[in-house]
């Protein structure tokens, strides 16, 4: 026998022992392994909606919120009984009015930084008003509306004239002044305004020119001694 047919068979083994390489299939296993957790996401999802609820839960803390905003005192009688209560006066209230607003920003202007001078400024815008306070009283059955000023404890009666009431709605009422005006700075009667009442103890007037004007109720201020009389009950 030849050598080469000795090495023939040889050669052959060795190819058929070669062609074995795709032994790699088990990465595919591998890879669809590694696939799997790609799938998690969805449970990382689940917090979000954690994350809405606390949303939601907040929303109930926003509405007390603003509930809680609203507590100025309400009126507890209708506008006109507040109006005609008895031995009552409104006396304007400036730091509540928008003329102080406006006196602050002027006065503040022009005082430069002089305490002085900014308490006098304010002084006189306070003056200014031609207003004091205002006052409703009956007599013979009718109802009198009286625009006061005042100096020390005298009081002087600007205009008077007789009103009626209008409607009543929207925390204010319509008041409807008549007839002549019997004041000493008697002037034109006004037309038909309404009279803001927010609570038991304010009134407010918006003045076309002034503003918001607030006054205040007072009681056992001195009354003017031409001044109706107020009857007993009213």
């Known amino acids: ?3 080469f047919a000795v090495f023939l068979p040889l050669l052959l ?13 088990p990465k595919a296993a591998d890879t669809s392994a590694q696939d799997t957790p790609k799938e998690k996401p969805a449970d990382d999802a689940k917090p979000a909606a954690g994350d809405d609820a606390d949303k939601s ?9 603003s509930k809680k905003s609203d507590d100025s005192p309400k009126p507890t009688r209708s506008a006109q009984d507040i109006l005609t209560a ?11 009015s ?6 602050d920003s002027k006065c503040t202007a022009s005082s430069g930084n002089d305490p002085k001078k900014m308490n006098q400024c304010m002084a ?3 003056k200014a008003l031609d207003v004091d306070g205002y006052r409703l009283q009956q007599k013979d059955g009718n109802w009198w509306l009286l625009t006061l000023r005042t100096q020390g404890k005298k009081v002087t009666t600007l205009h008077k004239y007789e009103i009626e009431f209008g409607d009543e709605k929207d925390g204010g009422i319509v008041v409807k002044p008549k007839g002549k005006d019997m004041g ?10 309404t009279i803001q009442v927010p609570n038991d ?3 407010v007037i918006n003045d076309p020119k002034l503003g918001k004007l607030v006054y205040e109720a007072k009681i056992g201020v001195a009354s003017d001694p031409n001044a109706p009389a107020a009857k007993k009950g009213h």
């Open 1 to 3: 026998m030849s050598k």
């Open 13 to 25: 083994l060795a190819a058929c022992g070669g062609s074995a390489p795709p032994a790699e299939t």
């Open 57 to 65: 839960d907040a929303k109930p803390d926003a509405k007390d919120d």
């Open 86 to 96: 008895p031995d009552v006066v409104f006396m304007v209230s400036f730091n509540d």
């Open 98 to 103: 928008d003329v102080k607003q406006a006196a």
């Open 124 to 126: 006189k815008a306070r």
């Open 184 to 193: 000493s700075a008697a002037g034109r009667t006004p037309a038909p305004f």
């Open 201 to 203: 103890y304010q009134i």
